[in-house]
């Protein structure tokens, strides 16, 4: 069992509507959760990150973090055709260490 | 504002080669980090630096070595090249926090 799990996708998601991409991770000493953006061939881009339980907005993006559930998910709204990209969680135990990436969830906005 | 840079962008190297991917994280950024990744696969950590000091070690083979210079650029040295090796190599950066900044990548070909 990997150490961050994501459903791989691809997710389909009509242009304007609500993209919910989910990621759990086994280690519950994580303390730092990201989401980053990837395109084809492209580094890694930071969108999102979360520290604390409960929810963090930002822009069309709100990142959810449920310690107890071991579960983080992020939700985009007003979805636009350039949000079609693989979004990876990404866990890190706490400050200043590796990030340990999930596969990935392949994300198509169809106009 | 300022990226990482990375160089070569692309590298194109023969069996048992030998290749030196440079790394110039963000101005005043402290910790550098390596990642691989491999087609089709989530990015996989390999080393890090903080203060110039391995901070950490992750999958990274015998063959691979690292260091980071007095003034905070990074150069991951592989020798013995294999086709395996054949990916995009992905330096990151950070300071204080654990919001990691990815650089452009060297997309690595061995043939």
């Known amino acids: 069992q990997k150490e961050v799990e994501q459903n791989s996708g691809p997710l389909s998601v009509p242009e304007g509507a609500i993209a919910s991409l989910n990621c759990t991770y086994s280690?519950?000493?994580?303390?730092?959760f990201f989401w980053y953006r990837q395109y084809s061939g492209k580094s890694p881009e930071l969108i999102m990150f979360?520290?604390?339980?409960g929810d963090k907005e930002d822009g069309r993006f709100t990142a959810q973090l449920n310690k107890a559930s071991q579960y983080v998910s992020l939700l985009i709204r007003d979805s636009q055709p350039s949000d079609s990209a693989t979004y990876l969680c990404?866990?890190?135990?706490?400050?200043?260490?590796?990030?340990?990436f999930g596969t990935g969830t392949r994300l198509t906005i169809i106009p | 504002a300022a990226g990482v840079i990375q160089s070569p962008r692309h590298l194109i190297k023969e069996k048992r080669e030998t290749a030196t991917l440079k790394c110039y994280p963000i101005?005043?950024?402290?910790?550098v980090y390596w990642y691989q990744q491999g087609p089709g696969q989530d990015p996989q950590f390999l080393i890090s630096?903080?203060?110039?000091?391995?901070?950490d070690k992750g999958s990274i083979p015998d063959r691979f070595s690292a260091q980071q210079f007095s003034d905070y650029h990074s150069e991951l040295n592989m020798s013995s090249l294999e086709l395996g090796d054949s990916a995009l190599y992905f330096c990151?950066?950070?300071?204080?926090?654990?919001?990691?900044?990815f650089g452009p990548g060297t997309r690595l070909t061995v043939l």
């Open positions: 990151a950066s950070s300071y204080y926090s654990n919001e990691q900044f």
């Open positions: 990404a866990v890190s135990p706490q400050g200043n260490e590796k990030l340990t």
């Open positions: 280690d519950r000493g994580s303390q730092s």
């Open positions: 979360i520290y604390s339980n």
């Open positions: 630096f903080y203060e110039k000091m391995q901070s």
């Open positions: 101005p005043r950024h402290d910790t």
